[in-house]
T-cell receptor, first 110, second 115 residues
Framework: GIQVEQSPPDLILQEGANSTLRCNFS?????LQWFHQNPWGQLINLFY???GTKQNGRLSATTVATERYSLLYISSSQTTDSGVYFC????????????FGKGMKLTVNP | DTAVSQTPKYLVTQMGNDKSIKCEQN?????MYWYKQDSKKFLKIMFS???????INETVPNRFSPKSPDKAHLNLHINSLELGDSAVYFC??????????????FGEGSRLTVL
């Protein structure tokens, strides 16, 4: 199956800093999603982005499917951005076969 | 208002017991899932149902039995609980292909602790 690698595994930032999270995957994808798991355990869907670029407030994501990677940008980070970020690609179009990466733990200090 | 809701949120039980977790979604989605998240935060799919029909069963012990009475509900029953079953179990749903972008929506999770 598809292999997923996220980097860096851990990141500590001061509030206001910017960061880039990277997701490499081993196969062509028809679906890729980014999720944020907050410190209370809730899993929130951030982006559905099998290709191209999307922006939502301070967050944006870019997937370059031909080069098999996706990036999540967080600008002007806030303490509420803390948590674990997961990348989940799939070779299929639906969400049935998403494969989750190991996650990247982000800590934003005030 | 909750889109995907699970009950109970916390479950503490003894080894050997049987327990169930219920899940309901009000998003009108056709596909529902159970995921298991272990202590290292690794998320792995267990089951997927599309319109009450099982479509994915990922080498889960047969002590775990999902049941979907209708497309808005997917329950998980676990028999003869073992210590290794301790984890957070997430229910999720996604829209049918061709309607929406295939995004996955998670419930709040049910933390199961087996003593």
């Amino acid at each position: 199956g598809i292999q997923v690698e996220q980097s860096p595994p851990d990141l500590i930032l001061q509030e206001g800093a910017n960061s880039t999270l990277r997701c490499n995957f081993s196969d062509s994808v028809n679906n890729l999603q980014w999720f944020h798991q907050n410190p209370w355990g809730q899993l929130i869907n951030l982006f559905y982005i099998p290709s191209g670029t999307k922006q939502n407030g301070r967050l944006s994501a870019t997937t370059v499917a031909t080069e098999r990677y996706s990036l999540l940008y967080i600008s002007s980070s806030q303490t509420t951005d803390s948590g674990v970020y997961f990348c989940a690609p799939s070779t299929q179009g639906g969400s049935e076969k998403l494969v989750f990466g190991k996650g990247m733990k982000l800590t934003v200090n005030p | 208002d909750t889109a995907v809701s699970q009950t109970p949120k916390y479950l503490v039980t003894q080894m050997g017991n049987d327990k169930s977790i219920k899940c309901e979604q009000n998003l009108g989605h056709d596909t529902m899932y159970w995921y298991k998240q272990d202590s290292k935060k690794f998320l792995k799919i267990m089951f997927s149902y599309n319109n009450k029909e099982l479509i994915i069963n990922e080498t889960v012990p047969n002590r775990f039995s999902p049941k979907s009475p209708d497309k808005a509900h997917l329950n998980l029953h676990i028999n003869s609980l073992e210590l290794g079953d301790s984890a957070v179990y997430f229910c999720a749903s996604s829209p049918p292909r061709g309607r929406g972008t295939g995004e996955l929506f998670f419930g709040e999770g049910s933390r199961l602790t087996v003593l």
